[in-house]
């Protein structure tokens, strides 16, 4: 499980061989979600309002090298 960004309070992580649709985990202490990454919408948990809009941008932003990435652990 390689950590793709980390912002201290939380972290954006990729699994080997994970399911479909291709996606990312959003860890914090208190909370995980999984996000899409074609269109970084969470479909699975909750990240709380306070790092929500963080993690969504800087996951669409870095869309590009997320699946590139999702592609290699595949």
């Known amino acids: 499980m390689p950590t793709i960004k980390s912002f201290g309070a939380y972290k954006i992580t990729l699994y080997a061989e994970d399911h479909n649709p291709p996606?990312?985990?959003?860890?914090?202490?208190?909370?995980?979600?999984?996000?899409?990454?074609?269109?970084?919408?969470?479909?699975?948990?909750?990240?709380?309002?306070r790092h929500r809009r963080q993690a969504l941008a800087w996951i669409a932003a870095n869309r590009v090298r997320l699946m590139a990435k999702w592609d290699e652990l595949r």
Do not use: E, N, Y
């Not at 996606?23 to 309002?49: E, N, Y």
């Open 23 to 49: 996606h990312v985990h959003v860890i914090g202490p208190d909370f995980q979600a999984k996000v899409r990454i074609s269109d970084a919408t969470v479909f699975a948990g909750m990240i709380p309002s």
